[in-house]
């Protein structure tokens, strides 16, 4: 779109405020076009239905090596909201997944390790949950298995994020519209019990179906039943081996959730292994998983153009591997070093698009994109009872 139409644009629109006129003016000063079919929206305006993305061990410098690496193109930098949170734990200036999705899930900085739970090892009150109470429909999608620490943060209260089968039966209890991901293991043979969660699923109403039975992407759509799909029986495949289900199961799920009622819906997709393969300091393959976490992102953003009611977050737990775009790189030919296999504590991006998406810019604790989330669905505050 060409500066002068937006500027017709900006001033058509007389509920624009000020910081959508930044917006506008800024885009025409470095020539950096809108990208077609995103709108801006007039500041504190209401979502009715959140995305949120979370690229497990993303930092700037993933997302930059992703970009250069792709003709300098990425889906989630046409979002026109930049901020960035502070990603460390209540007992570790380096947080881990399951702390860092525990303070998205509930707004609360815990310990490395607790799963929805406060750093006093209560029970968390998390925004999937609150979503659900107020009539929502819920999802959840992830390239690990369900049950790993950063979607377990948003359904299961564990003290430790290896109690598996525990956080399987969570899920179960959690009444998830959607969700989708490996480890069927923990549903199905469990080792703790004798329980078969699949049946319970079924006994709830959902379809209930596996990588043994069927393709992810060839089940059947029916928004009037509850959708349980385990995509692995332990973890998923890495993108390079073959595994290519989360952009399309993304699109069939904003889909589906959008069909499921009409009081709006919460979802969390997560590009697991993005960190694994950083930890493993394999940027080859790293950059693989980024490009098929940012396909997801392309089918929420595609969701969203055309609406007005649906705020779109991308943003990652923390960065993983201290990595650096070395010299002597050049586009597609990156020289890319890592300083630790373990996870840094560099501030994290946070990118927006939508209503309420302005909530997002600045710097703040990560605990604050639970704020942010809650704020742009109109949420009341808690009692600090609940909070905690
Ligand atoms: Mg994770
Ligand atoms: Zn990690």
């Given at each position: 779109?060409?500066?002068?139409s937006q500027?017709?644009?900006?001033?058509?629109?007389?509920?624009?405020?000020?910081?959508?006129?930044?917006?506008?003016?800024?885009a025409?000063?470095t020539?950096?076009?809108?990208?077609?079919?995103?709108?801006?929206?007039?500041?504190?305006?209401?979502?009715?239905?959140?995305i949120?993305?979370?690229?497990?061990?993303?930092?700037?410098?993933?997302?930059?090596?992703?970009?250069?690496?792709?003709?300098?193109?990425?889906?989630?930098?046409e979002?026109p909201?930049?901020?960035?949170?502070?990603?460390?734990?209540?007992?570790?200036?380096?947080?881990?997944?399951?702390?860092?999705?525990?303070?998205?899930?509930?707004?609360?900085?815990?310990?490395?390790?607790?799963?929805?739970?406060?750093?006093?090892?209560?029970?968390?009150?998390?925004i999937?949950?609150?979503?659900k109470?107020?009539?929502?429909?819920?999802?959840?999608?992830?390239?690990?298995?369900?049950?790993?620490?950063?979607?377990?943060?948003?359904?299961?209260?564990?003290?430790?994020?290896?109690?598996?089968?525990?956080?399987?039966?969570d899920?179960?209890?959690?009444?998830?519209d959607?969700?989708?991901?490996?480890?069927?293991?923990?549903?199905?043979?469990?080792?703790?019990?004798?329980?078969?969660?699949?049946?319970?699923?079924?006994?709830k109403g959902?379809y209930?179906?596996?990588?043994?039975?069927?393709?992810?992407?060839?089940?059947?759509?029916?928004?009037?039943?509850?959708?349980?799909?385990?995509?692995?029986?332990?973890?998923p495949?890495?993108?390079?081996?073959?595994?290519?289900?989360?952009?399309?199961?993304?699109?069939?799920?904003?889909?589906?959730?959008?069909?499921?009622?009409?009081?709006?819906?919460?979802?969390?997709?997560?590009?697991?292994?993005?960190?694994?393969?950083?930890?493993?300091?394999?940027?080859?393959?790293?950059?693989?998983?980024?490009?098929?976490?940012?396909?997801?992102?392309?089918?929420?953003?595609?969701?969203?153009?055309g609406?007005?009611?649906?705020?779109?977050i991308?943003?990652?737990?923390?960065?993983?591997?201290?990595?650096?775009?070395?010299?002597?790189?050049r586009?597609?030919?990156?020289?890319?070093?890592?300083?630790?296999?373990s996870?840094t504590?560099?501030?994290?991006?946070?990118?927006?698009y939508?209503?309420?998406?302005?909530?997002?810019?600045?710097?703040?604790?990560?605990?604050?994109?639970?704020?942010?989330m809650?704020?742009a669905?109109?949420?009341?505050a808690?009692?600090?009872?609940?909070?905690?």
């Open positions: 779109m060409p500066c002068s500027t017709k644009y900006a001033t058509l629109n007389i509920l624009l405020a000020f910081i959508g006129l930044l917006m506008v003016s800024n025409c000063k020539s950096a076009p809108v990208p077609a079919g995103l709108q801006l929206f007039e500041p504190g305006r209401q979502a009715k239905n959140i949120l993305l979370i690229g497990d061990g993303m930092g700037l410098t993933q997302i930059s090596a992703a970009l250069y690496s792709n003709n300098n193109q990425l889906a989630m930098l979002m909201v930049v901020g960035f949170h502070k990603s460390h734990s209540a007992d570790n200036l380096i947080t881990d997944s399951a702390a860092g999705a525990t303070a998205f899930a509930c707004g609360v900085k815990t310990y490395n390790g607790a799963i929805g739970l406060n750093a006093d090892t209560v029970a968390c009150y998390s999937l949950a609150e979503a109470s107020k009539g929502m429909a819920t999802g959840l999608i992830a390239t690990s298995t369900i049950i790993h620490a950063t979607p377990a943060a948003f359904y299961a209260h564990q003290d430790s994020r290896i109690a598996y089968e525990d956080i399987a039966s899920l179960v209890a959690a009444d998830v959607l969700f989708i991901g490996g480890g069927s293991q923990y549903f199905i043979h469990r080792v703790s019990d004798k329980r078969d969660l699949y049946e319970e699923l079924r006994l959902y209930v179906s596996d990588h043994s039975a069927e393709d992810v992407l060839r089940a059947p759509f029916n928004p009037q039943r509850g959708f349980a799909f385990l995509t692995a029986e332990s973890q495949g890495a993108f390079t081996q073959g595994r290519t289900y989360l952009p399309l199961s993304t699109r069939y799920a904003l889909q589906y959730l959008a069909r499921r009622n009409s009081k709006g819906f919460f979802i969390m997709i997560e590009g697991s292994q993005i960190d694994w393969k950083c930890h493993q300091n394999d940027a080859r393959e790293a950059i693989r998983e980024i490009l098929d976490f940012d396909a997801a992102v392309r089918e929420a953003l595609e969701f969203a153009k609406r007005d009611d649906t705020l779109v991308v943003t990652a737990d923390h960065e993983t591997g201290g990595m650096a775009i070395q010299p002597g790189s586009f597609g030919r990156l020289k890319i070093a890592f300083t630790t296999n996870h504590a560099a501030l994290v991006p946070v990118l927006a939508g209503p309420s998406a302005e909530l997002f810019s600045g710097i703040y604790e990560n605990t604050g994109i639970h704020t942010r809650r704020q669905l109109g949420f009341q808690l009692s600090s009872a609940k909070e905690r």
